[in-house]
C-alpha cells in the first residue's frame, strides 16, 4: 500500500463524511428478528420489542442476584440487541403519575400564561406543550409526589444496567396534542443534536462513544393508543455506526416510515431505549387525547472533567490580549482559536432551555462560539463581558 492510499485509509476510517455508510449494511443490520428466547427475564416479545412486567421488575429489584439477572439482560438489550424495553405497569402506582401529571400540566399553564418555556428539537413549532428541566420544577413544586415518582425500581435498574451507579437524571414533559404532527426520525444527545458540519468534527470513536453516555427513556402518563401517536422505533438501528451522518438521508428516512414499530401504551408504563435507536414521536390523530410522557435523559456519571474550571473569568482575562493578537497579526485566526478550546466553555450543554434554547439549529451557541464571533466582528472587552454576564445567567438552573 502506497503512502497516499494509506493515509486516505486513515482518513475514512477515523471520519465520517456526510455520505458515510453503507444504507445496505444499515438494511441487514435492522433485519433481525427478535426471539424471545434470548431474553428470558421478558414476559413477551412485540414488534421485535422485549416486553417486561413491572411487578417482576420490582420483585426482582428486592433480590440483588436477580437484579443483576435483568440489569444484565437489558444491557445487552441496549446495546447489541434491539435497542428497546417496554415495562408495563413501570410505575407501580398510577395514582402517583396522576398527581405527578396535574403538576406538569399547572407548569405548562404558568409557563404558556408567562411567555417561557416550550419548543421541540425535532417537531414544529406550536405541535405540543413542552416542559424543560421537568425533574428540577416537579421537585420543586411537589417534593414529596416527587420522591415517590422517582422511588420507582424500574427506572432506577434501566438506568444502573446501561450506565452504572452515579447517573444524572434530567427530565422533560412533552404533551403532543391532538393533531400535532409527528417529529422527523432522529437520533438523539449528544452528536443526534448536531448538523452535518458538526459531526465531522469527531471521529469515530466519539460516534460510537456517544450512546453510551446516555439512557433515553418515557413515562406514559396517559394511556397511548396508537391514534394518539406513541414514539416510533426502529429496532436494531443502534448498531449502525454511521447513523449520526446517514439517518438525516432520503433513503433512510423512507426506510424508517415503511419498518419501524409502534408499540401502544399505558398510563404507568416506562419505555427505555438506546439513544442510537431510530426514532420519533407519532402523529396525534386522536380526536381528545392530549398525550403526555415524561422524557427522561439519564447521563453517565463520566460526562464530566475531573475539575471544576471557572472558564467564564479565563475567556474575560484572555479576550483582550486575543483581539489585540487578531489585530496585529502576532497570532494566526487558526493559533488564536486553539487558545480559545483550551480556555472557553466549548459545548453549550448543560444549559437551562427555557432561557437558553437553540436558535437556528438543535444546540444552543457555546461559549467558545460565541467568543470566536465577537472577535471576528471586533466587539470590545466591555462588550464581551457583558455577553459573558448574559450567558452565564441563562445558564443557570
Not at 424471545?36 to 416486553?51: F, K, L
Not at 479565563?314 to 494566526?332: H, N, Q
Request: aromatic residues 8%; contains cysteine.
Amino acid at each position: 500500500m502506497d503512502e497516499r492510499t494509506l493515509t486516505t485509509d486513515l482518513r475514512e476510517r477515523a471520519w465520517l463524511g456526510e455520505e458515510a455508510g453503507s444504507f445496505a449494511r444499515f438494511r441487514a443490520q435492522v433485519s433481525e428478528t427478535t426471539e424471545s428466547d434470548d431474553w428470558p427475564e421478558a414476559e413477551a416479545v412485540e414488534q421485535n420489542v422485549p416486553i417486561y412486567g413491572g411487578p417482576r421488575v420490582r420483585e426482582a429489584a428486592a433480590d440483588s442476584a436477580r437484579a443483576i439477572n435483568i440489569m444484565s439482560e437489558w444491557n445487552a438489550v441496549f446495546d447489541h440487541g434491539p435497542g428497546i424495553v417496554v415495562i408495563r405497569g413501570g410505575m407501580a402506582d398510577t395514582g402517583i403519575v396522576d398527581e405527578a401529571t396535574e403538576i406538569f400540566e399547572r407548569i405548562i399553564d404558568d409557563e404558556q400564561a408567562s411567555g417561557t418555556g416550550g419548543g421541540d428539537h425535532f417537531a414544529k413549532p406550536g405541535a405540543n406543550d413542552r416542559v424543560w428541566n421537568s425533574a428540577q420544577k416537579h421537585c420543586e413544586a411537589s417534593p414529596a409526589n416527587f420522591l415517590r415518582y422517582y422511588a420507582s425500581d424500574a427506572i432506577a435498574l434501566a438506568a444502573r444496567a446501561w450506565l452504572g451507579r452515579g447517573y444524572q437524571l434530567t427530565a422533560q414533559v412533552n404533551r403532543v396534542n391532538p393533531g400535532g404532527a409527528a417529529q422527523t426520525a432522529h437520533r438523539d444527545y449528544h452528536l443526534g443534536f448536531m448538523n452535518a458540519d458538526q459531526l465531522a468534527t469527531y471521529p469515530v470513536q466519539a460516534h460510537e462513544l456517544s450512546p453510551r453516555l446516555t439512557l433515553q427513556g418515557a413515562i406514559a402518563h396517559c394511556d397511548m393508543p396508537l391514534e394518539s401517536g406513541p414514539t416510533m422505533l426502529l429496532p436494531y438501528s443502534q448498531r449502525f455506526t454511521e447513523g449520526y451522518v446517514a439517518f438525516g438521508r432520503k433513503e433512510y428516512q423512507e426506510f424508517f416510515a415503511e419498518a419501524r414499530v409502534q408499540l401502544p401504551l399505558e398510563k404507568g408504563d416506562l419505555l427505555f431505549f438506546n439513544p442510537a435507536v431510530m426514532h420519533a414521536a407519532g402523529a396525534n390523530r386522536s380526536q381528545g387525547i392530549r398525550r403526555m410522557a415524561n422524557l427522561l435523559q439519564i447521563g453517565s456519571a463520566f460526562g464530566r472533567s475531573i475539575e471544576a474550571v471557572n472558564r467564564s473569568a479565563m475567556s474575560l482575562a484572555l479576550y483582550p490580549l486575543m483581539a489585540e493578537a487578531c489585530a496585529s497579526g502576532s497570532l494566526t485566526w487558526r493559533e488564536v482559536r486553539n487558545a480559545i478550546a483550551a480556555s472557553a466553555e466549548g459545548y453549550a450543554f448543560p444549559t437551562n432551555l427555557d432561557r437558553d434554547p437553540p436558535v437556528g439549529g438543535l444546540i444552543p451557541m457555546s461559549q467558545a462560539e460565541l467568543m470566536e464571533a465577537a472577535l471576528k466582528r471586533g466587539a470590545s472587552a466591555g462588550d464581551w463581558e457583558a455577553e459573558v454576564v448574559a450567558m452565564d445567567r441563562r445558564r443557570l438552573p
